[in-house]
Nanobody
Framework: QVKLLESGGGLVQAGDSLTLSCTAS????????MAWFRQAPGKEREGISY????????SYSDSVKERSTISKDSAKNTLYLKMDSLKTEDTAPYYC?????????????????????WGHGTQVTVSS
């Protein structure tokens, strides 16, 4: 059974940095592209960053690009998202997810329907 466990969220101030982690189990980590999503209250789930199964390709939403970095450590089966210059509008629970199709770039468009396994989320709250 595939499991994803996010951590690293918390209460921070605007302008701070934060690194989220997502530890995966029950799968061959390097066979799956992965992504980070968030869903603020009253809003749709938003895909914010993607990394291909081999780690060579990454993409970001306009809302976080140039201040976020996605990475992975295959030895630790862990996905990361470092976010800098946090804004109050970054407040949301953050979820990691694995792509449905192995070794595919399907999912690079950050469509939630291209991802099949989700973590339970870690809350990020940015105060002004």
């Amino acid at each position: 059974q595939v499991k994803l466990l996010e951590s690293g969220g918390g209460l921070v101030q605007a302008g701070d940095s934060l690194t989220l982690s997502c530890t995966a189990s029950g799968l061959t980590f390097d066979d799956y592209s992965m992504a980070w999503f968030r869903q603020a209250p009253g809003k749709e789930r938003e895909g914010i960053s993607y990394i291909s199964w081999g780690g060579r390709y990454t993409s970001y939403s306009d809302s976080v690009k140039e201040r976020s970095t996605i990475s992975k450590d295959s030895a630790k089966n862990t996905l990361y998202l470092k976010m800098d210059s946090l804004k109050t509008e970054d407040t949301a629970p953050y979820y990691c997810a694995t792509a449905v199709v192995q070794r595919s770039y399907k999912g690079a468009g950050l469509n939630p329907g291209d991802f099949g396994t989700w973590g339970h989320g870690t809350q990020v709250t940015v105060s002004s």
